[in-house]
């Protein structure tokens, strides 16, 4: 069973920047071929995907934080480092940030929904401040 595990969520203020990590582990060398991804969920909303790297190693960010958000991905043996580095932030970034995973390689135009993944970590909170 797949194994996700966030940390890093803090306070910052609207400018900032901030990083946040996923440990994905638990599936062998399989994990080689998983999607991997962070996803956001601010107060009374849906879960929205941020940025994905898939089973083929694309990357795909959602339109609000192209050019300030980078997604990296390390590997270690069979375990995986997500890595989101959150920069210039806004106070709608501010959420809970969740890494999400899939055994699905080629999520097509579905890879920024939430729909397209079904393992979850606990999830790590954000606030942006004025």
């Known amino acids: 069973q797949v194994q996700l595990a966030e940390s890093g969520g803090d306070s910052v203020q609207v400018g900032r920047s901030l990083r946040i990590s996923c440990v994905v582990s638990?599936?062998?060398?399989?994990?080689?071929?998983?999607?991997l991804g962070w996803f956001r969920q601010g107060a009374g909303q849906g879960r929205e995907g941020v940025a994905v790297?898939?089973?083929?190693?694309?990357?795909?960010?959602a339109d609000l934080v192209k050019a300030r958000f980078t997604l990296s991905r390390v590997a270690s043996g069979n375990i995986r480092y997500l890595h989101l580095d959150m920069g210039n932030g806004r106070a709608e970034g501010g959420g809970v940030y969740y890494c999400?995973?899939?055994?699905?390689?080629?999520?097509?135009?579905?890879?920024?929904?939430?729909?397209?993944?079904?393992?979850w970590g606990q999830g790590s909170e954000v606030t942006v401040s004025p």
């Open positions: 790297v898939d089973g083929v190693g694309r990357f795909f960010y």
């Open positions: 638990g599936v062998g060398d399989a994990i080689a071929r998983y999607s």
């Open positions: 999400g995973g899939t055994r699905k390689r080629n999520l097509g135009n579905d890879t920024l929904r939430r729909e397209s993944f079904e393992h």
